[in-house]
Structure formats: C-alpha cells, structure tokens
C-alpha cells in the first residue's frame, strides 16, 4: 500500500446522488479494494496508471479549503465518502475526515455518509452534535469465502454489525446497508436477523453493469460454480434479469413483513448508469 500526500484544488464537488448538494472526498484510493466498488470506474481512476487498492492519497489541504469553499458556496447539505472510504486506516494518520466533520458542526451544515469502516466508531461524540442526517454503514452476508475476493481487506463484518448497533444507541441516524445483494446466495431472513435491533435497513442489488462484471462473477464462481452461466443469462436475457430481481425483491420484503419490519431495495437498471436514491 502506497500512502501519499497529494493537495486538492477542489473540496466541495457537485453531487448527483440525492444525499446533498455537494460531496467530500478527502482521500483518493482506498485500502479496502473491494473489487464491485463502482469508483473504480470513475474518470480520475481510469486515467490513474496505479492499481486500485494498491494507493490512497491524502487530500491534506481538505480541510483549510472547505474552510474557504463553505464561505463562497454556503452549502446546506453535503455528502462525504461517494468515491472512496472516509474512515480508512490512513484517517488514523491524517483525521482530515475527523477535522472537516468539525467544521461541517461548526458552521451548521448537514451531512450523510456512506461507509463500512468501524473507524467511524471514534467520531461518535462529533457525529452525536445532531448535523449527521444519516450514516449509511455497508455490510453483507455473502459469507467470509466470497469476502475474502469481493472485500480483500475490508473489515470484519462483525465488527460493522456491532459498530452500526454502537452508532444507533447513542442516537445517531444509521441504515444497514446489505450491498451487493448477491442473487440465490443472498439471505433476506439471515440479513434482517444479524440486525434485528437495527430500526433501518436497505438493501442494493448488484450492479450487473460493472465495468469488470465478469470479474465479480468469476469470483463469486470460485465459491459457486452453478452461478457463472446464471449470471451470464441474467446479463444477456431482460426478462430472465428482471424475473431474478423481481422475486428477490418479493422475499425481501415477505421477511420484513414476518419480521414486523420495514425495509426497501434498490436494484440497478441493465444498461443504466448507478443512479441509487437513498431513502
């Protein structure tokens, strides 16, 4: 893993997913390497000669350029973490995403975050001054096999099912977020039992659109032979992708109704760009 320090010319970037008007991301790169990670197909990494997984820079002037960006901009509302992960090992060294959570309370902004890292746990007195509208905190149950391809160095996932449970007690707005819903290993019952404390739970389907879908597939595959020309079908035929869907969808929510929950998915289009909108 190489660690650099980089300075951004740019804090405070325009944001299509609906959680604010503007997003943060304080590092480039990210430690976790998860191979569906849709940043991966983003502009500035495409272009980038370094493997993903292999680097993260550090946006180290993140914080004094908010500053001035927050007086020119006046947002309401921002997101941090849409391109990498906040709450990496490398924000134990450098707390750029713990200093520019001070000044989002500061100056009364609101703020969203998507993450899977139990790192976050060590914000939680900063998180609790009420300007977090939402943490949205990934996790799955795919199994530690298919982890170990999918997620090579994320964290265990026990730790984020506890982190998650920590968050809510001390009253922060947190979802568990079950993502990529992996068709016929997924397990909609075992999912709302792991987080039967957890008033919110959400759930995305995997993104069959991937740039290196067959990739994903292939690992899944290791584990799951029977599944690479299912999931070759479902890329090919409309119908067969949407029949899958459809009947996931239905046993999500019959175990949500068993469980006296409530609870939505969001499955990706075939042929369209990811365009999730968060509840």
């Given at each position: 893993?190489?660690?650099?320090?980089?300075?951004?010319?740019?804090?405070?970037?325009?944001?299509?997913?609906?959680?604010?008007?503007?997003?943060?991301?304080?590092?480039?790169?990210?430690e976790?390497?998860?191979?569906?990670c849709?940043?991966?197909?983003?502009k500035?990494?495409?272009?980038?000669?370094?493997?993903?997984g292999?680097?993260v820079d550090?946006r180290?002037?993140?914080?004094e350029?908010?500053?001035?960006?927050l007086?020119?901009k006046?947002?309401?509302?921002?997101?941090?973490?849409?391109?990498?992960?906040?709450?990496?090992?490398?924000?134990r060294q450098?707390?750029?995403?713990?200093?520019?959570l001070?000044?989002?309370?500061r100056?009364?902004?609101?703020?969203?975050i998507?993450?899977?890292s139990p790192?976050?746990?060590?914000?939680?007195?900063?998180?609790a001054?009420?300007?977090?509208?939402?943490?949205?905190f990934?996790?799955?149950?795919?199994g530690?096999?298919v982890?170990?391809?999918l997620?090579?160095?994320?964290?265990?996932v026990?730790?984020?099912?506890?982190?998650?449970?920590?968050?809510q007690?001390?009253?922060?707005?947190?979802t568990?977020?079950?993502?990529?819903?992996?068709?016929?290993?997924f397990n909609?019952?075992e999912?709302?039992?792991?987080?039967?404390?957890?008033k919110?739970?959400?759930?995305e389907?995997?993104?069959f659109?991937l740039?290196?879908?067959?990739?994903?597939?292939?690992s899944?595959?290791?584990?799951?032979?029977?599944?690479?020309?299912?999931?070759a079908?479902?890329?090919?035929?409309l119908?067969v992708?949407?029949?899958?869907w459809?009947?996931?969808k239905?046993?999500i929510?019959?175990?949500?109704?068993?469980?006296?929950?409530?609870?939505?998915?969001?499955?990706h289009?075939?042929?369209?760009y990811?365009q999730?909108?968060y509840?």
């Amino acid at each position: 893993m190489i660690i650099s320090e980089i300075t951004a010319q740019r804090v405070l970037n325009p944001t299509s997913i609906d959680l604010g008007e503007f997003v943060i991301n304080p590092y480039k790169g990210c430690e976790f390497n998860c191979v569906y990670c849709y940043a991966r197909f983003t502009k500035s990494v495409i272009n980038d000669p370094r493997r993903w997984g292999e680097y993260v820079d550090a946006r180290i002037n993140s914080p004094e350029l908010l500053e001035k960006e927050l007086l020119k901009k006046k947002p309401v509302r921002v997101l941090l973490g849409s391109t990498t992960e906040c709450f990496q090992p490398a924000e134990r060294q450098y707390r750029l995403t713990g200093r520019i959570l001070d000044m989002l309370n500061r100056n009364g902004i609101y703020y969203s975050i998507l993450t899977r890292s139990p790192l976050i746990q060590e914000y939680t007195s900063v998180l609790a001054q009420g300007l977090c509208e939402r943490i949205y905190f990934t996790v799955n149950n795919y199994g530690n096999d298919v982890k170990r391809l999918l997620e090579p160095a994320s964290p265990a996932v026990y730790r984020r099912l506890e982190v998650i449970l920590h968050l809510q007690d001390n009253g922060i707005p947190v979802t568990g977020y079950y993502s990529p819903v992996l068709p016929y290993i997924f397990n909609a019952r075992e999912a709302l039992s792991e987080l039967k404390d957890i008033k919110n739970i959400e759930f995305e389907g995997l993104n069959f659109n991937l740039g290196n879908i067959q990739e994903v597939i292939k690992s899944v595959g290791s584990f799951f032979p029977g599944l690479c020309d299912t999931y070759a079908l479902m890329r090919k035929d409309l119908r067969v992708y949407n029949q899958v869907w459809e009947e996931i969808k239905s046993s999500i929510t019959e175990a949500a109704r068993e469980a006296g929950r409530e609870t939505s998915i969001f499955v990706h289009g075939l042929d369209a760009y990811f365009q999730n909108k968060y509840r």
